[in-house]
């Protein structure tokens, strides 16, 4: 399947000035550096792909896992679930095993949506992935009734057993633990302040994963992180914290098999350093850690509206982010986070000022194999074996 290289003059002149417009964050660059070099790139890529091969055959080929987040309803419609089942082959719940989702009260557990979704992957012989025993966010209403300093631990304990018990040796992986970095928070060890670390102190972390251990030898038990990505000042932050992070943990022996980078990338110019997210990848690597991607989608808020332009520089960000992180065969899996624009939370999370529909995934809102699935497909082609 090919697409055409941009043609008319238009499409030039809207791309440069969208991304000219757009690269006010990278410092040092002229308008026409960014016009000629964007638009230049953007018509010269052809995103050829032969053959076609789902995205799930792709990355078997090369012994990755390619799968996506997806809920409930959505696999109701029979259309999209028939897409689903042929390119993935994992699936992750994207809401269905947070606590909101799970504990309608202090004392129940509702597992119906999760067990479904489960029973789906199985059905249709897709691996199955957690999403996430421990979050600041998403916490049902009566948390911050009941939990406190005396009694976190007990109820720390009892989700992480109760979870990880149900579902053991049926999960390829599970965020244990989710977001629990946050520079900007202040502290020296840059953790973020969640309630977990106000009633449990910094060890909740550790906690956590021996807990989750403890219940299911087979899980790979991943820690879970956003903004990682780009070469800024706070991704700098965030990489290091995390390393520092992920050492401390594997100095006490804590039982942590992978790194889960979130990868919610932006369509927009931001520096982006491929040496520098390649050796954050190694360092990570070098500590015995596997990698994920797993929340990968571009988000496509501040893009020209033309779907032509727009969909090759969203295809652009998937070609060149995956290119380097498949360079590192610690990186086992590759998830996006929805797998259709019909269904992304992109659309009430970053919705765009046009109000026109957001494009942020792999198939587009009619189930049709947009650019960044070439561009996906296309990079799973070129990977090294894992
Ligand atoms: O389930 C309720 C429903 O009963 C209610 O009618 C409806 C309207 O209020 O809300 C529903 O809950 C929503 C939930 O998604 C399930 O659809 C919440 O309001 C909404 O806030 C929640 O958004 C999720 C968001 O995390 C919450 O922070 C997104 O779907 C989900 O894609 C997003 O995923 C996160 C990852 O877990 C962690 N990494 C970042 C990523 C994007 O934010």
């Known amino acids: 399947m090919m697409f055409k290289p941009l043609q008319s003059r238009r499409h030039f002149l809207h791309a440069g000035l969208f991304l000219a417009g757009m690269s006010a964050v990278a410092v040092g660059k002229t308008l026409s550096d960014y016009r000629s070099q964007a638009v230049e790139d953007l018509q010269k890529r052809s995103f050829e792909v032969s053959g076609q091969g789902s995205l799930k055959k792709r990355a078997a080929a090369i012994g990755l896992i390619y799968g996506a987040a997806t809920m409930r309803p959505y696999l109701a419609d029979l259309d999209f679930s028939s897409s689903f089942i042929r390119e993935c082959g994992i699936l992750a719940p994207e809401n269905e095993l947070k606590w909101d989702a799970l504990r309608p009260s202090p004392s129940q557990f509702d597992f119906r949506n999760a067990d479904w979704l489960l029973g789906f992957a199985r ?20 948390f911050k009734e009941v939990v406190n300093h005396q009694n976190a631990e007990k109820f720390l304990q009892e989700h992480i057993a109760t979870v990880t018990k149900r579902y053991a040796g049926q999960m390829h992986s599970i965020d244990v633990v989710n977001e629990a970095i946050e520079p900007a928070d202040g502290r020296r060890d840059q953790l973020r302040k969640t309630p977990w670390l106000e009633f449990l102190g910094p060890d909740y972390i550790e906690f956590a ?6 219940y299911d030898s087979k899980a790979i038990l991943v820690y879970n992180e956003l903004g990682l990505e780009y070469d800024t000042a706070d991704g700098d932050a965030r990489r290091n914290a995390v390393l520092k992070l992920l050492e401390r943990l594997k100095s006490k ?23 520098k997210l390649r050796k954050f ?14 929340e990968l989608d571009v988000v496509d808020q501040k893009l020209a509206l033309d779907f032509a332009i727009r969909d090759r520089i969203v295809a652009a960000r998937y070609q060149d982010y995956l290119k380097v992180v498949l360079r590192e065969r610690a990186v086992i899996a590759v998830l996006t986070w929805g797998l259709s624009d019909r269904y992304t939370w992109h659309s009430s999370y970053n919705p765009r000022k046009d109000l026109a529909p957001v494009r942020p995934l792999p198939l587009s809102n009619s189930l049709k194999r947009k650019l960044a699935w070439n561009a996906m497909a296309i990079a799973f082609d070129q990977a090294p074996k894992r």
Do not use: C, E, Y
Not at 123 to 142: A, C, D, E, I, K
Not at 209 to 214: E, Q
Not at 281 to 293: D, E, Q, R, T
């Open 253 to 275: 022996g804590t039982p942590i098999h992978a790194l889960g980078i979130q990868s919610h990338l932006v369509g927009h110019s931001i520096p982006f350093n491929s040496d």
């Open 209 to 214: 994963f021996r807990t989750a251990a403890a």
């Open 123 to 142: 059905r249709n012989s897709m691996l199955f992935r957690g999403h996430t025993l421990v979050w600041h966010m998403q916490l049902p209403q009566w």
């Open 281 to 294: 990848l190694a360092s990570v690597a070098s500590l015995g850690l596997k990698i994920l991607i797993t």
